[in-house]
């Protein structure tokens, strides 16, 4: 792709964070921008915003986190007429804390979000684009994917899962004119924290959401098959490659203790 101008793009998690600033950046570039998020409303009000700057906009409110909710999604956006030429599969959500602690609904809901539901969001979309011979696919992981994190077992474990996909279907497509983008944002200011419980001080050197939205969506105009915002975390997810598991593990927990959870 050579611009953005036109292309009707999909955004999961549209209704803030990184999935707001992109569509913000999106309907700038005046694509045509179809947006879900669970809140309607904050939909609807970002539409409005967007639509009046001469954007064209239409939302569909749907909770990702559900079981079938990819398929459900799918339906509904080919019923209206659209094709989808680009996915930005960015909504996601984390939780802090010990395994054994954690809600198993609450469990179960991240793994449907972070990983079944954009693996088959990714699948259905992806013949259109194929017969069409263009589009692409842009999946928001972390730079949790490098490493295991203890107290962030399951996110991480579902970024790693997100990488490794991501990754690999970009492999598979090469030539098709589809490409796959990965990308790995570390510390961010959205609503993550307090959703997943966190400790604010973990968040203290941290990036907007805005520069990490212009990092992933230059990179997939670029055809980038992963890209990880931020020099510092640039050099962290190098690192990680060279660093024994065993003191790996021994160090991230610390860190997660104490600034993620607040214990010292």
């Known amino acids: 792709m050579d611009s953005y101008y036109g292309q009707t793009i999909l955004v999961t998690g549209a209704s803030g964070g990184i999935g707001e600033a992109m569509a913000r950046q999106l309907a700038f570039q005046q694509a045509r921008l179809l947006l879900t998020a669970r809140s309607a409303d904050k939909l609807e009000a970002l539409a409005e915003e967007f639509r009046r700057a001469g954007a064209e906009v239409h939302v569909f409110p749907h909770d990702l986190a559900e ?123 959205t609503g993550f924290a307090d959703e997943a419980g966190m400790d604010a001080k973990f968040f203290r050197v941290a990036e907007t959401a805005e520069k990490v939205a212009t990092v992933g969506l230059d990179a997939l105009l670029r055809g980038q098959r992963t890209i990880v915002s931020g020099l510092t975390n640039k050099v962290g997810a190098v690192a990680s490659r060279f660093v024994p598991t065993g003191p790996a593990l021994a160090i991230t927990k610390r860190i997660v203790e104490t600034q993620a959870l607040g214990q010292g």
Do not use: W
């Open 67 to 189: 079981a079938g909710a990819a398929q459900t999604l799918h339906e509904r956006i080919a019923a209206a007429g659209h094709a989808v030429d680009v996915v930005i599969n960015n909504a996601g959500f984390g939780y802090v804390g010990a395994f054994a602690e954690e809600d198993v609904a609450n469990a179960e809901g991240m793994i449907t979000l972070n990983v079944t539901n954009l693996v088959l969001l990714t699948r259905l979309s992806l013949p259109g684009m194929l017969a069409r011979g263009r589009g692409g696919v842009l999946n928001v992981a972390s730079t949790a994917a490098f490493q295991p994190l203890p107290y962030f077992s399951v996110y991480g474990a579902t970024k790693a899962f997100v990488k490794s996909f991501s990754e690999a279907l970009s492999a598979e497509l090469d030539g098709t004119g589809v490409t796959v983008t990965c990308l790995c944002p570390g510390p961010t200011h």
